[in-house]
């Protein structure tokens, strides 16, 4: 299997977590790509219509996105740990993957806001109000921390999400206020499936 | 059940054919909410912390989001048909959600660009890029329409996307040069699941 991939996607990055917490990492060959909202990469298109990655090339030459989607691929065949419960607590555990998802929907609109758009159109409503999201978002994680399991797809999601805020928004500041989830996220991020995933740095 | 419901939103819509096509739409009360992405609805965050609708708030209090997360719940609990298939077929049907979830992604953000937008700040590129994804997502689907199944959540996601474009998207023209999709969605939107969630005129 093919991983179109870019290290500074979160996304991507909650893919390659999940395969390494479920023994894959190996089965799955990273390819680099760099696709962008306003001009879709041709070597990402061929694949996923939506110019967007994670895209899973399976060896069929079939494609599986988005991140979802992948996770849970990855997680059927896993032959060790699954990360997408059955029965009651696969609603809990999906809906916090929803909300990280959503959290960093909102940071990376606000992310190509800031940073891809010129500077004479951007709007500082959006700003605020995608930034809004992100808070109200990190309130609620802080307020389930403590009742998590120790590993599902929505723990893994949520310490993507954190991890992509100390990446893209340090000033941001997340950790103030929510005691919990800093210490959760302390612990966390020390897993080998997070540290050999880390985005680059600068 | 009370779903969190705008009658603009496809992806609200999509939760209401599957229940509809599940036989569920009698146990769901529908409550309207309008929320932006400027300013979350204090109606909605109360529930859904990323202020989005749909959200379906359970008889416990409880709340589950997105739409991909109250779809699978809705049919996990379906006395009749089923449309999360299990085995290999789940795959690709969770594809072509996710297919038609990333063309409507397109469609709300440019949707939000081209009227929410003050005018000055609209950036065409940006308009361009995300055009762009909805018109390969179209020819994608045009590819794989005619293997489809009757009915499954990636029909179904598929339905709303193109009903969204007919909504908000006329000038697209998305028929054009795409007659197997023209074709197909003649049909499927005559089903009492479309006709009794189509959206508001004008």
Redesign the interface.
Known sequence: MKLLYSPASPYARKVLVLAHETGQADAITVQGATP?????APDV?AHN????VPALILDDGS????S??IC??LDARSKGPRLFPEGEAR?DA??RQ??A???LD?AL?TR?ERVL??E????D??D???I??IE??L??IEAVVADMPVLDIGTVAIACALGYLDYRYPDLAWREGRPATAAWYAVFEGRPSMTATEPPKG
């Open positions: 962008s909202p306003t001009a879709g298109t219509p939506l110019g967007k494609c599986l996105y988005d979802r989607v849970e691929f609603w999906l809906v929803a909300l998802d959503g959290l909102a609109i190509y758009r010129p004479g159109l951007r709007w409503a959006w605020a109000g995608q809004g999201k109200a978002a309130d609620r």
